[in-house]
């Protein structure tokens, strides 16, 4: 059964820009390179600016696991860090039959 997987990320409004862009030209494009990855979108809050949701749905959490412990995970997780006050809360979803 598959696993959507949602990442909420807060960044201070000031770094939008730059959180959209590292996400555009890596962090999307090293998530959806990951074996069992079917899909990652990114998604900007309207209603809050600086707050965004990274969709990935994944084929199973053995590919989950095994992209946590790449170096594409710990590179994506260091260009967050870079951002100020951003914070990430991270949460697993499957679908009911």
Known sequence: MPIVRLI???????????????????????????????????????????EYISYAEWDSQEDIDRYRESEDHQAIQSHARSLQGARAVVKRYEPID
């Open 8 to 50: 909420h990320v807060n960044v201070d409004p000031s770094q939008a820009a730059d959180a959209e862009r590292v996400w555009k030209e890596d962090c999307g494009p090293r998530m959806i390179g990951q074996q069992g990855c079917n899909s990652e979108q990114l998604l900007k809050c309207i209603d809050s600016p600086g």
